[in-house]
């Protein structure tokens, strides 16, 4: 499985969305992830919520095999009841 993580620099529910992602890689052969800065890459709020089929609000904001899962609060509950986090 595959998480991208959309982020800015600076946001601790960002940090923390990757270190959960970064623990499930050293836990799980299966996971991978990538970090994406919307800053570096020029994407606005509006783009994301194109990519997730709704309004989007804060970040950072989570797909698992391009399924949008949320932000880092909805990422830790499914990691923790789906991927034995």
């Known amino acids: 499985m595959f998480v991208e993580i959309y982020g800015r620099p600076g ?3 960002c940090v923390r969305a990757v270190q959960v992602a970064e623990e499930l890689t050293s836990r799980r052969d ?5 970090y994406i ?3 570096e890459q020029g994407l606005s ?3 994301l919520a194109v990519k997730a089929g709704k309004p989007v ?3 950072p904001q989570i797909f698992l095999d391009e399924t949008h899962i949320g932000g880092c609060t909805d990422f830790e509950a499914y990691a923790r009841a789906n991927l034995g986090l």
């Open 11 to 13: 946001c601790p529910y």
């Open 30 to 34: 299966d996971f991978s992830f990538r």
């Open 37 to 39: 800065d919307i800053y």
């Open 45 to 47: 709020k509006d783009d």
């Open 57 to 59: 609000q804060t970040v």
